[in-house]
């Protein structure tokens, strides 16, 4: 289900945020969250997540992320979207990392310099995919 607000909080489950189905670019700033400072920005065609003016999350195209925690040892989303997306997150750079899609083993991803990892995922409408990062 797409977040018709753009980004919203609940602190047992985590940040939801995005909305694959608008067809022109929208975006909500200074939402806070557990002390920090998020900005979404979103549409059909990408879904970007800062944190304190950092990047967290990107997906081209656009998707729709719930129930979004993170910490320093691992990262767990739910996402959905229309159509297969492409998912950047930044971790720590030069680090390697655990990933899950769907409670399914992917495989260790290490991280760029800069500390990006992407992900494929195949998405279809109404359904989630679980995604989990952990770091080694």
Do not use: C, W
């Amino acid at each position: 289900m797409v977040i018709k607000e753009l980004i919203k909080a609940d602190k047992e489950k985590g940040l939801d945020f995005g909305n694959y189905e608008l067809a022109e670019k929208s975006k909500k700033a200074d939402f806070e969250f557990k002390g920090d400072v998020y900005k979404v920005k979103t549409y059909k065609d990408i879904t970007k997540l800062e944190r304190n003016d950092m990047f967290v999350y990107e997906s081209v195209p656009g998707t729709t992320v719930h129930e979004f925690k993170a910490d320093a040892t691992e990262i767990s989303f739910k996402v959905e979207g229309n159509v297969a997306a492409q998912a950047t997150l930044e971790l720590e750079s030069d680090k390697e990392y655990n990933v899950f899609i769907d409670g399914a083993y992917a495989g260790i991803m290490k991280t760029n310099l800069g500390g990006k990892i992407s992900l494929s995922l195949d998405l279809e409408e109404g359904k989630t995919v679980e995604v989990m990062i952990k770091k080694q």
